[in-house]
């Protein structure tokens, strides 16, 4: 079975600082992904990254970045949090191989920014 | 612009009948489609999903029906089950593409 794991899962931090989010999957999955879910609006797309050091903008990464330094391994950084990034942040994984594969997710972080 | 949409935020259904959820999408480019549940406090799983080459996919008690022309799926789960009782999402991705794009969910309470 998939593992996706998020290092937190419940998280406080204060208005201006500097968070980062980290998410590791065990299953050597070449696509990890970063999703806010908010009541009404699913789950959106912040960044994903198709291999190591690679990253791709997805539909809302105003006031984030990312870093993937090795394949497990998937880091979502808020540079200077604000209230409106009070969410659940979900990492998700995925192989690249053939079209439609399903992605994997972890637990999920809550957020709360003060 | 919503791509995915699920109209309705909630449904309620009554144990042992037949649930439908409902899902469209406007992007005639997207070719595969899957429907996740998610618990509280728990990641979405996959459940079922779909290629636009066939317009049925059963797996149990879950089949998942798609309607291209109309550019509409739905999820129906027969005979529903108090575990059946989550969050739903559909998403959708585009061929050669890894991203899913996912809709708003709708909250399925099954009712002893």
């Known amino acids: 079975d998939v593992k996706v794991t998020q290092s937190s899962r419940y998280l406080v931090k204060r208005t201006g600082e500097k968070v980062f989010l980290e998410c590791v999957q065990d299953?050597?999955?070449?696509?990890m992904f970063w999703y806010r879910q908010d009541p009404g609006l699913g789950l959106r797309l912040i960044y994903f990254s198709y291999d190591v050091k690679m990253k791709e903008k997805g539909d809302i990464p105003e006031g984030y970045s990312v870093s993937r330094e090795k394949k497990e391994r998937f880091s979502l950084i808020l540079e200077s949090a604000s209230t409106n990034q009070t969410s659940m942040y979900l990492c998700a994984s995925s192989l690249s191989t053939g079209k439609g594969q399903p992605q994997h997710f972890g637990d999920g972080t809550r957020l709360s920014i003060l | 612009d919503q791509q995915v949409k699920q109209n309705s935020p909630s449904l309620s259904v009554q144990e042992g009948r037949i649930s439908i959820l409902n899902c469209d999408y406007t992007n005639s480019m997207f070719d595969y489609f899957l429907w996740y549940k998610k618990y509280p406090a728990e990641g979405p799983t996959f459940l079922i999903s779909i290629s636009s080459i066939k317009d049925k996919n059963e797996d149990g008690r879950f089949t998942v029906f798609l309607n291209k022309s109309a550019k509409h799926l739905s999820l129906h789960i027969v005979p529903s089950q108090p575990g059946d009782s989550a969050v739903y999402f559909c998403?959708?991705?585009?061929?050669?593409?890894?991203?899913?794009?996912f809709g708003q969910g709708t909250r399925l309470t099954i009712n002893p």
């Open positions: 299953m050597d999955h070449e696509n």
């Open positions: 998403a959708a991705s585009k061929k050669g593409a890894q991203k899913l794009v």
